[in-house]
């Protein structure tokens, strides 16, 4: 991809993202702070419109031009889609033992496969990168705040969201926006639930549009696909779907 055409890309990505921040916002402050109420009108309706279009925007956003920028769009991925190891023949090199820290959750690319490597011991796992949540990357975003979290009691967490699998078998053993990720992380926890669940949940009569079922974000996480693992000596062969 050329610098201009990327840099062309994070700029629409950029201001359609605070466009959608903004309405957010705006919609907020009308539901929180609507002002003098013997003299302002009810502002319910316009503020829960508001944070509706933010949350359509952003999601749109996300859906359209994420892909452009090699991202992956936020859909839900579900159960019924996880497939067997033994339809997975094509197999990858995926490194070497010693290129992983021990508990350290670590995301590469094989064969244009976003796949999760975990190190515990001399044992080796692989998942799909993304959460099954909101398809955001279990490892993190590299350069933010927002980073990889050490494998505890053989599970993996989202960093995002909360939701934490098994490594082993991809077992979802915690639901995204648990209370003691939510009192942990105010701003990825704590706001962003609500704010789901302003999109997925809100009362009919107050819907300026309806929401297409696609449209509105998961409150829940499925088990995550994995993938076979094999050592070649000190090479590490994970099994791809052909």
Known sequence: MSPALAFLGISILGTWGLASIGLIAGGIIMLFFPGDPTTASDNTLGGIVLIVAGLVSGGLMQVVVAPLLGLDAPVPMRKKDIREHASFTRWAK?????????????????????????????????????????????????????????????????????ARFEVANGKVVRQPFSSSFNNDHPFLGGLQSKMFKVLRFVPMPYQAFPVPKFARPSMDAEDAQTYPVKIEGEDIMVGLPR
């Not at 955001?136 to 909360?162: E, I, R, T, W, Y």
């Open 94 to 162: 995926a490194g070497q033992v010693r290129d992983y820290v021990d508990g350290m959750p670590k995301e590469i690319r094989l064969r244009a496969q976003r796949v999760l490597i975990v190190r515990q011991g001399e044992n080796i796992y692989a998942m799909n990168a993304l959460c099954s949540h909101a398809r955001l990357p279990l490892a993190g975003l590299a350069g933010s705040p927002v980073k990889a979290q050490p494998v505890q009691d053989g599970c993996v967490m989202c960093p995002f969201h909360g």
